[in-house]
């Protein structure tokens, strides 16, 4: 069983997904701890519902990056859940080197839209503002770049002539809460290898086969 910290700055619809797909048995994973950089974020709560620890996290002085002592800070939460994997889901924050170093290869982001269009900030405003008749959602690694990590899946929505920011946003999201927990689901059975910018899937190991050798197979 996969243990997993999830970092979230807004509603957390995202941890909802993945808490469901876990409650299903379709998802071999548990959520060990939550951590947010708004004292309020509905994330929090989501957790404290289902009696996950829930942690804030102040991030002063830094308004749009995890560095120094909240860094530190959220390391050793972390730690101390013993967990596999980092999920950043809505975390607001650039994370910078401490973070990575400590957990190399083993933190994933989902951004609402089909990188390399569209990084950064609502991005599913940049994608209707540029035309797009294709957007969607994309699962990467991540690295020290905005945005930049290699990409473990996407998934894709069309642009309606009638849609708003909102209408896309939603529908967007429809969409990142199938491919938040397909992408957890393939890490917690070793399948994702990276190589390079790319990320590889490797075959379904049949039951009593050896997983060694797999990142997340552990
Ligand atoms: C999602 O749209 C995600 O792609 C972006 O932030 C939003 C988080 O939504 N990184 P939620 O808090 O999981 O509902």
């Not at 994973?29 to 929090?44: F, G, N």
């Not at 390391?75 to 924050?93: P, W």
């Amino acid at each position: 069983m996969l243990k997993i910290a999830v970092l979230g700055s807004g509603k957390g619809s995202n941890l909802a997904a993945i808490l469901e797909a876990a409650d299903a048995g379709t998802l071999p994973a548990a959520v060990a701890c939550v951590i947010s950089d708004v004292e309020d974020a509905y994330i929090l709560e989501r957790a404290r519902q289902r009696n996950i620890p829930a942690y804030y996290v102040d991030c002063a002085p830094f308004k749009t990056k995890l560095d120094g002592r909240a860094e530190e800070e959220v390391i050793r939460i972390i730690r101390s859940h013993d967990t596999g994997l980092v999920v950043l889901a809505g975390f607001m924050r650039m994370v910078k080197s401490g973070l990575l170093e400590a957990f190399p290869q083993r933190i994933i982001n989902i951004h609402p839209a089909l990188l390399p269009s569209f990084p950064g900030l609502e991005a599913w405003k940049q994608a209707l503002d540029y035309g797009v008749k294709v957007t969607g959602c994309t699962v990467h690694f991540v690295d020290a770049g905005m945005d930049t990590g290699p990409i473990i899946l996407q998934r894709s929505v069309p642009v309606l002539d009638d849609d708003t920011p909102a209408t896309l946003h939603a529908r967007i999201q429809e969409q990142e809460h199938i491919a938040y927990p397909e992408a957890i689901r393939l890490i917690a059975a070793g399948r994702i290898r990276i190589e390079g910018r790319r990320t590889l899937v490797l075959p379904e190991v049949p039951a009593g086969g050896s997983k060694k050798s797999r990142p997340g197979a552990d």
